[in-house]
């Protein structure tokens, strides 16, 4: 939950390019039967690609014996079956062990589908070797493929690499037309290589006609990723002059880069310059929802902005946008973080009042950070709701509170949920040991919870005296020079002897 549930930009870029042709999309070919009706043979060649026992070599001595009639179809079958528990270099080795086997009998759209497999197990050394026979072999690359392993090779540092098997497409019997420029050009922004992109941008402008707005909305998420306002707010004029309507995605986009950019070298102008991008929005029919607010409160809550926090929270419901659980999870963070546990609890109510239901990343988080403030009494408070919601998966929770407690020297507490945990069926990591007095260490609080907050409080009012105190001194200071001032202006000293 990187910006608290950041949104997967290049996610949607690629959902983008691969909407822009239809005809390159591809179906799977796995077997739609279930796992107990699959022929003997496939599930026992599944079971021996997944297992961890044996090395390589000892795969393809077990693989040998299967008398199994191999297709090109039931290659792919298994690699659809075990691509999720299977290692890769197993996968890799059963492909190839394939490769062997069936020769020119293994079709073109099954070698892409292996690659495509090993390219979103972000293997490098598979992916090249894959891809190097399949240029060796004269096969033809589908666009498909293209785009998943120049995205990978750029996830992984090597755009250089996936650059370099776009200027040679044609040696792949690839197409060089919209598909294949925005796949690199989308790959290539996802990381912030702009320059490279506006190069194969500028050498293939005649490929790129009818897709001008996927490729000015990657150029935008480019910049994004530098956190260049300047030059994202050029993308959004240059978006406009050419006719295209920035839409929702690349104000949020933009709102994104300034938020972040403000964050670090501007804190001052946060708020102003993200209600000036909404403000824009808004110029242009275009209402920002709760994720544009959630960018703008994500950062401030970074900065540990409590009160401006609570102005946006209550400004976004009155333009009428409705808050979901994430804009609450950012307001009651940062509550929680600044010791004002009431008013967060009382936001949490209000969530479930207004009928929202979190994810279960929502209390983790959040009961994390109770325990990490030393308040388990509200950490265990917000866990009743958790169970209350049904959400499940409360394991993790289990795992940090009885801990936690036993070193507060709370074991009744402890052994309560303990008792609990095993009566749901849930699987605790943590030993029963840390229930035993005598294993586990007491670390008992120097002072008690009222009077730590009672000592935040005469802080922070301590504070508001010394600001008060400065403030007031300037203005004596201020006054008493206005009146020396005066004074030599009614009293000029006389130079002249």
């Known amino acids: 939950m990187r910006l608290v549930l950041k949104p997967k930009w290049h996610g949607i870029l690629v959902q983008m390019f691969n909407t822009l042709k239809p005809k390159y999309h591809f179906c799977s070919l796995h077997s739609t039967m279930p796992p107990s009706e699959a022929p003997v043979e496939l599930q026992e060649l599944c079971s021996v690609v997944s297992s961890t026992v044996g090395g390589l070599d000892d795969l393809e001595s077990r693989l040998n014996r299967f008398t199994v009639g191999l297709t090109s179809s039931l290659v792919t079958q298994i690699l659809e079956s ?26 073109d759209k099954d070698f892409n589908y292996a690659i495509r497999v090993l390219a979103e197990k972000k293997d490098q050394t598979a992916i090249d070797i894959l891809v190097s026979d399949l240029r060796k072999e004269g096969r033809v690359m589908e666009a498909h493929t293209f785009s998943v392993v120049a995205e990978t090779l750029v996830k992984l540092g090597k755009e250089e690499q996936a650059f370099g098997i776009f200027k040679n497409l044609d040696k792949f019997k690839c197409p060089l037309d919209s598909v294949t420029v925005t796949a690199i050009v989308s790959a290539l922004c996802s990381k912030g290589h702009i320059k490279i992109a506006e190069g194969v941008i500028a050498h293939h402008k005649d490929k790129i006609s009818g897709v001008e707005a996927c490729i000015y909305r990657c150029l935008l998420y480019g910049w994004s990723v530098q956190e260049n306002g300047k030059q994202a707010r050029k993308v959004i004029q240059e978006m406009k002059s050419a006719g295209i309507m920035p839409d929702l995605f690349c104000y949020n986009t933009l709102l994104r880069c300034i938020c972040k950019r403000n964050l670090k070298r501007n804190p001052s102008g946060l708020v102003s310059e993200a209600l000036d991008v909404m403000m824009e929005m808004r110029s242009y029919n275009i209402a920002p929802t709760s994720v544009s607010y959630n960018i703008l409160l994500s950062c401030l809550g970074r900065n540990r902005r409590i009160k401006e926090s609570y102005q946006i929270f209550n400004q976004m419901k009155e333009t009428g946008c409705a808050p979901d659980w994430v804009t609450y999870y950012l307001v009651v963070r ?62 993790p929770v289990y795992d940090l509170l009885i801990p936690k407690l036993c070193r507060g020297g709370e074991f009744e507490k402890a052994r309560q949920l303990w008792d609990e945990a095993v009566a749901m069926g849930v699987t605790l990591r943590c030993a029963s040991d840390v229930l035993d007095p005598s294993v586990t260490e007491v670390f008992k609080p120097t002072r008690d919870v009222e009077e730590e907050e009672v000592i935040l409080l005469k802080a922070v009012n301590s504070k508001k005296a010394k600001i008060r105190t400065r403030a007031m001194k300037t203005r004596i200071k201020v006054k008493k020079k206005r009146k020396r001032k005066k004074k030599k202006k009614k009293n000029p000293i006389d130079t002249s002897t």
């Open 82 to 107: 075990c691509k999720s528990e299977a290692p890769t270099r197993r996968l890799l080795r059963f492909f190839l062990w394939s490769h062997k086997n069936l020769k020119s009998n293994l079709e």
């Open 334 to 395: 940062v509550l929680y973080l600044s010791g004002r546990f009431t008013r967060g609890n009382n936001m949490v109510s209000e969530m479930m009042d207004q009928g929202l239901i979190p994810d279960r990343k929502f209390y983790y988080d959040l009961i994390g950070i109770l325990c990490g403030v030393e308040r388990v009494r509200y950490a265990l408070e917000l866990f009743e709701r958790m169970k209350g919601s049904s959400l499940g998966g409360y394991g």
